[in-house]
């Protein structure tokens, strides 16, 4: 029994091992890949359900992966990629070849593509291996996570909390252990918000750094970016999947980028402006204020010239709605006749959007284009912006209601990354984020920021998912 016990313990410490670290082990022969994936898969059987976090598992094709990548170790002359073992999921709104994707609604239960989204093919080329699909709200039309289809997602620090949204059901995942490294996807936070409320690191690079396809109703706005427990991990991540891809007509060119080393290089210098109110907040939880600020601080420590500024730019909030809610509005209006599919929130606001005329929409985008120019010059002055990801801590998880949260929508092209290294008094990870001149990420500056502030909060603390 105590030998029993003790293996299971082992195998709890493999699924808390970063991406980095199981990287060299595998290579190394100290750590088997079917190892990991069954230590894993094994720990998603026990807590999924309590968190309904993956909502399908490749679990059958993941141990012949894992078996396939172990059997690689052993021959001469193979190239094993840098994330050659290390197992992965992917939000339910990202493409996989032959596995379901749902994009959250009933509407597509039985949608299987026929091929790789980029950044899935990426992390496959590199060796890593998929466990399966985490979960979205419909389209990611939320700050919180929950569907029609699947239900609802809890935060594994509190499971009365929600983990954020829209890719809430990859933040769960990294946050209670169950895979290292989670592919999640942003077009007003979706990447942020639920990086803040679980405790994790997300990364959203500048529009176009990873590339997107097939084009999402709110294409524009849209970023896919990794979700893990480290910053070397999101780094690791970036790494694989950046570059451009002849799908994705905006996706960046340029050199490829090493930004795990980039994370050693200095920020001694760099221009830093804080602020818990780019000009639009409406309110500021009192405790995410005093730790953002506190948080801010420490670059001063790392030779960074801090000053606390009041940029008092406009709210871009109508403007990201109308292209947002009228590029989902757009991808919805052929399934209007299936009401009962749809949530009501959502119905209410595809129904305003197809009623606004076309003027409407394109107005907004006039009005994108002009906001652009606050944070150009902005940048002109300073390297890094740090804010509040969101105003308040994690809400009670909900059901089919549209929470309005408050998430800092740059415009497109800024990058933004949220890290976490301290615990509130209610239970959850301070949330606070270094934003960057656009195209900053190419030379690291992004990722030695987030390296800056450091990972997630130690593991020990997530007593609620140990069951």
Not at 12 to 25: G, K, N, R
Not at 57 to 71: C, I, S, V, Y
Request: a positive charge.
């Amino acid at each position: 029994m105590a030998t029993a016990r003790s293996s299971a313990r082992d195998a709890d410490a493999l699924c808390w091992l970063p991406a980095t670290e199981l990287a060299a082990l595998i290579r190394r022969r100290k750590v088997s890949p079917v190892e990991v994936v069954n230590a894993i898969l094994s720990r998603i059987d026990r807590l999924n359900p309590h968190l309904n976090a993956y909502v399908t598992l490749t679990a059958d094709q993941a141990r012949r992966d894992a078996r396939a990548a172990e059997r690689a170790l052993g021959k001469r002359g193979v190239t094993l990629g840098p994330l050659h073992g290390v197992p992965f999921s992917v939000k339910d709104l990202v493409i996989t070849k032959g596995v379901r994707t749902t994009f959250g609604t009933p509407l597509y239960r039985d949608n299987i593509p026929t091929e790789d989204a980029p950044i899935v093919a990426r992390m496959k080329a590199a060796g890593g291996i998929m466990l399966g699909k985490t979960n979205t709200p419909t389209f990611g039309w939320i700050g919180a996570t929950h569907n029609l289809l699947y239900g609802i997602t809890r935060n594994p620090w509190n499971l009365d909390r929600t983990p954020g949204g829209s890719s809430g059901g990859a933040s769960a995942a990294a946050a209670a252990g169950l895979g290292p490294l989670h592919v999640g996807t942003d077009g007003g936070g979706s990447i942020r918000i639920p990086a803040s409320c679980t405790g994790i690191v997300g990364f959203k690079a500048s529009f176009g750094r990873v590339p997107l396809y097939p084009a999402s109703g709110a294409w524009s706005l849209s970023h896919a970016g990794p979700m893990t427990r480290t910053v070397a991990d999101a780094a690791l991540m970036l790494q694989v999947c950046a570059g451009p891809d002849e799908r994705d007509q905006y996706s960046l060119p340029g050199p490829r980028v090493d930004y795990l080393k980039a994370l050693r290089g200095s920020l001694k210098g760099l221009r830093v402006a804080y602020t818990d109110d780019l000009g639009f907040v409406e309110a500021v939880d009192p405790e995410v204020r005093a730790s953002c600020a506190k948080a801010a601080r420490a670059f001063r420590e790392l030779g960074c010239r801090v000053e606390d500024v009041k940029p008092g730019w406009p709210s871009p909030r109508e403007a990201w709605g109308e292209i947002f809610c009228g590029g989902i509005a757009t991808r919805m209006a052929p399934y209007l006749d299936r009401r009962s599919d749809i949530e009501p929130g959502l119905y209410r606001i595809i129904e305003t959007s197809l009623k606004n005329p076309p003027t409407k929409y394109v107005q907004a985008w006039f009005d994108r284009l002009a906001w652009w120019q606050h944070p150009r010059a902005f940048f002109e002055t300073y390297d890094l912006l740090l804010t509040p990801t969101i105003a308040c801590p994690p809400f009670l998880r909900v059901d089919s209601v549209h929470v309005s949260v408050q998430p800092d929508r740059p415009a497109r092209g800024l990058g933004a990354c949220r890290v976490h290294r301290r615990r509130f008094a209610g239970g959850f990870a301070d949330r606070r984020a270094p934003l960057c001149r656009r195209h900053r990420h190419a030379s690291g500056c992004g990722v030695r920021a987030a390296a800056a502030l450091g990972a997630a909060p130690s593991t020990d603390r997530l007593r609620t998912v140990r069951m």
